[in-house]
């Protein structure tokens, strides 16, 4: 569902929703990555949940991409996976190894986190869905969060984009097999050496944090820009891409939130002169299991690229935090 449809639907529940409980840090009222529960002074914990139809061909692959998925928003609060309940539609009509399999890569991918898969539940379904409920936790003092942008900050990216470009190239039968050989490899990256090495900083360097998934880049960066109240610039030369996503994009590969995520986001982006359709598409492309954007001080970024290196995962300086409360790309 795309952003402002969301937002209409659940505007009117705000009361039924447990906004404003004081034990509850993060959640929809914040439009939080994931919920936040406070359990004490220590602990807290950060609950989550993703699921949606195949992106790839292979189960064994699609269940390990949807769990690093739904795993992400943990560690986009700062959070550690304990343990994860699947989600699973199937139809009758399909063999159940698939199923299997699905549920086979989900379960390894929750193992990598160093988390467990401790049950779930399924349901009959046209075509196949699968994801998680992820639990994990969190010190209390030490939650990302999207509000704290500073003016001054730069915007680091942990991953390409393109993902959604780059499958949807794939169910038309137009993706060449290293290009989505490179997609298929990201998306299955957990993005717990990343939050890693954003925790070395210390919880007073990372002033803002999210990941990137359905609502792509721009439409993610808008939340972080609206809720702390800056303006985020971001460089188009800086921000990279996934092999081929260009190409793919030029030639109409587009998925059909790119629309929906670039009409939520209207009159709030501005675009250099440079900036061209294609860079716009590709700006508004749904990502899948995508990477973390972060704004960090400006200078943070020399401990921060040793940080990253140590943890053997690259990073992007793609842009920069000044006054305002939008979207401005260069």
């Known amino acids: 569902m795309g952003a402002d449809a969301l937002?209409?639907?659940?505007?009117?529940?705000?009361?039924?929703?447990?906004?404003?409980?004081?034990?509850?840090?993060?959640?929809?009222?914040?439009?939080?990555?994931?919920?936040?529960?406070?359990?004490?002074?220590?602990?807290?914990?950060?609950?989550?949940?993703?699921?949606?139809?195949?992106?790839?061909?292979?189960?064994?692959?699609?269940?390990?991409?949807?769990?690093?998925?739904?795993?992400?928003?943990?560690?986009?609060m700062g959070g550690d996976p304990l343990f994860a309940l699947t989600l699973a539609g199937f139809p009758d009509d399909l063999d159940p190894a698939i199923l299997t399999e699905i549920l086979r890569g989900g379960a390894e991918k929750v193992r990598e986190a160093g988390a467990i898969t401790a049950g779930g539940h399924t349901v009959t379904d046209h075509e196949p869905k699968y994801g998680l409920v992820a639990i994990g936790l969190v010190h209390p003092a030490r939650i990302f969060t999207k509000g704290g942008a500073r003016a001054g900050d730069a915007l680091i990216l942990t991953k390409p984009i393109g993902a959604g470009i780059v499958t949807t190239a794939l169910?038309?039968?137009?993706?060449?097999?290293?290009?989505?050989?490179?997609?298929?490899?990201?998306?299955?990256?957990?993005?717990?050496?990343?939050?890693?090495?954003?925790?070395?900083?210390?919880?007073?360097?990372?002033?803002?944090?999210?990941?990137?998934?359905?609502?792509?880049?721009?439409?993610?960066?808008?939340?972080?820009?609206?809720?702390?109240?800056?303006?985020?610039?971001?460089?188009?030369?800086?921000?990279p891409m996934l092999p081929g996503a260009r190409d793919y994009a030029a030639a109409g590969n587009t998925p059909g939130g790119t629309g929906r995520n670039a009409d939520y986001l209207e009159g709030r982006v501005s675009f250099g002169p440079d900036v061209s359709e294609v860079d716009r598409l590709l700006l508004f492309d749904p990502q899948t299991s995508g990477g973390l954007l972060a704004a960090i001080p400006a200078a943070a970024l020399d401990r921060a690229r040793d940080a990253f290196a140590a943890a053997g995962v690259p990073f992007h300086v793609v842009g920069a935090v000044g006054e305002g409360a939008d979207l401005a790309v260069e």
């Open 7 to 76: 937002a209409h639907v659940l505007r009117p529940l705000a009361g039924a929703l447990g906004w404003g409980v004081p034990v509850l840090l993060g959640g929809l009222a914040g439009a939080a990555d994931a919920a936040v529960y406070r359990l004490n002074d220590e602990q807290a914990i950060v609950a989550t949940t993703d699921f949606f139809p195949p992106v790839v061909d292979d189960a064994y692959t699609f269940g390990a991409i949807a769990a690093a998925n739904a795993l992400s928003d943990i560690y986009a």
């Open 171 to 239: 169910k038309r039968q137009a993706v060449r097999e290293d290009d989505l050989a490179a997609a298929v490899a990201s998306m299955l990256t957990l993005n717990a050496a990343a939050a890693r090495a954003l925790r070395a900083l210390g919880a007073d360097a990372v002033h803002a944090c999210t990941d990137i998934t359905g609502f792509g880049l721009l439409g993610h960066a808008g939340e972080m820009a609206a809720q702390s109240g800056a303006r985020l610039t971001f460089r188009m030369a800086d921000i």
